[in-house]
């Protein structure tokens, strides 16, 4: 107490009165905005000043709240999120968000990931307006041409975690799948040296795990006391430790490099020659990398596998297509084109088990008018509701896990020829994004997803344990799989 009482008194009342001014008008300025919006907000409860009870119930049900807005408004409408108010649109709106020029995803993800704080600085590199981080991914990542690097790390790494035992075993997905997709991913972003450095591997998967769980951490903290408040938040703590480690073992390697004289074919090469000269993080962009594949990517190989569980008629069909197709074209991208079930499968999965309740998240950065003639002013947080993905007029029986759905789509032929592969996205399905700011790193995720799929079901046999359920977990936006789904694996005898 003693001490506590001295800093007390040490705070100056300039110090006060500054910190309560501040409050006092960003609470203004929000009041002032909540009175002038053409939108109306669906989470407004009574002498909520500080916003508590709303955000608590986007918090707790998100996807009721959408539902009930669009019921009672029809059309475009508010909702309290842990950042500030958003303006949630209806899904015909994609169209329109994908071609606007007035609208930008980098600058709300700069904002919703803390690009600005300490050992945020994987997202700095992927939002930072030099785009070199991108453009990297754009122009080297979208060739299928790393089949073999994925095949060789995945098969190794099953093999040593999964082992050879013919025996049913638990395996831990948490660990075992952030581990897999960062083993694979390493072999193309770093190299092999770097990417079987058991400290590379331990640090950057933790980068990643922690980096998200830490934005979330901080959400919950009103916006004026994230500039302190995120110094004592133990997730962004182990950020800012990663970081500094990440950085001692890029450095080196860059000296080895330097020093060996050799050439190489990753994307710390690509970087370095995409920079044409130009400073910039080159740890910071290896974060923002492995931050943007490992987590996402393991997660859509879970809910595949899940589904795959839950429907295990489809795995025969499947194992036959990945012979056949391996054995004709080997493990090239020709190969992977051919899986066309096992890229139905997949993009049913994300179908049924999006990332978000909404998507095409932007910012607003010029004022722009809406297609029925409301405006978004500048400044103004906006996303696109998903009901598409479970529009029977658009899937017929949209609740049901059809494997081959879009196989047969595709083979139907159409606009859905094209459409109904994996890494495509349309109005209909656009779990990947839409527009300029498509993710840009869809041709690798589905890529992995499919060679690791491939491996799995052709060495191991999968299923639940016993009794087990598959449950979602339902964050505000965020949808995620069980976080502790139980699988089981045995060594299959061929």
């Known amino acids: 107490m003693g001490v506590l009482a001295l800093f007390a008194e040490q705070i100056s009342a300039k110090f006060i009165v500054a910190i309560l001014s501040t409050c006092a008008v960003a609470w203004l300025m929000q009041t002032r905005f909540s009175q002038q919006t053409e939108f109306p907000l669906i989470n407004q409860f009574p002498r909520d000043w500080n916003r508590k009870k709303a955000e608590a119930a986007f918090v ?31 899904t015909e709106y994609a169209e329109w968000v994908r071609q606007s020029p007035d609208v930008s995803h980098q600058a709300l993800a700069a904002e919703q990931f803390f690009a600005k704080y300490p050992g945020f600085e994987g997202e700095t590199a992927v939002s930072h307006a030099d785009g070199l981080l991108i453009n990297v991914i754009k122009a080297k990542l979208s060739q299928n041409k790393f089949s073999v690097l ?66 979330r951490a901080l959400r919950t903290w009103p916006a004026w006391t994230r500039p302190l408040i995120h110094w004592f938040i133990p997730e962004c703590n182990v950020c800012r430790a990663e970081v500094k480690k990440a950085d001692s073992l890029i450095q080196a390697e860059l000296q080895r490099r330097s020093m060996s004289g ?145 196989l047969k789509l595709r083979r139907a032929g159409g606009k859905w020829e094209n459409a109904a592969s994996a890494v495509s996205t349309s109005a209909e399905h656009f779990v990947f994004g839409l527009g300029r700011f498509i993710c840009p790193g869809r041709f690798m995720a589905i890529a992995e997803v499919k060679i690791a799929l491939a491996i799995i079901l052709s060495e191991y046999d999968v299923r639940f344990v016993e009794g087990y359920v598959p449950k979602t977990v339902r964050y505000g936006f965020e949808i995620l799989g069980d976080p502790e789904a139980q699988l089981q694996v045995k060594k299959r005898a061929l």
Request: hydrophobic residues 40%; proline residues 4%; glycine residues 6%.
């Open 262 to 406: 050799g050439r190489y074919d990753d994307t710390i090469t690509w970087m370095h020659q995409a920079a044409k000269g130009r400073p910039y993080n080159a740890t910071a962009n290896q974060l923002g990398l492995s931050m943007a594949a490992v987590v996402t990517t393991s997660e859509l190989l879970k809910q595949c596998l899940v589904e795959l569980c839950a429907s295990s008629v489809l795995i025969a069909p499947l194992r036959e297509e990945i012979e056949q197709v391996i054995s004709q074209h080997g493990w090239t991208g020709a190969a992977l084109a051919q899986m066309q079930l096992m890229d139905s499968i997949i993009k049913e999965t994300q179908r049924l088990n999006p990332l978000s309740e909404v998507n095409l998240e932007r910012k607003v950065i010029r004022t722009t008018t809406l297609p029925n003639g409301q405006v978004l002013p500048a400044g103004t947080n906006i996303s696109v509701h998903t009901a598409s993905l479970l529009d029977p007029s658009i899937y017929p029986n949209p609740i049901i896990f059809d494997g081959a759905r879009f």
């Open 60 to 90: 707790q049900d998100a996807q009721k709240l959408i539902r009930e807005g669009f019921r009672k408004f029809g059309g475009p409408f508010r909702i309290i999120t842990l950042l500030g108010t958003s303006v949630v649109l209806p």
């Open 150 to 215: 994925f095949m060789n790390s995945a098969t190794k790494f099953l093999k040593n975690i999964w082992t050879d035992n013919k025996e049913w075993h638990d395996i831990y997905w948490a660990k075992d799948g952030t581990e897999l997709i960062g083993q694979m991913s390493s072999s193309i972003f770093v190299g092999d040296h770097l990417a079987s450095n058991a400290e590379w591997q331990k640090t950057s998967i933790s980068y990643a795990i922690n980096m998200f769980q830490g934005a």
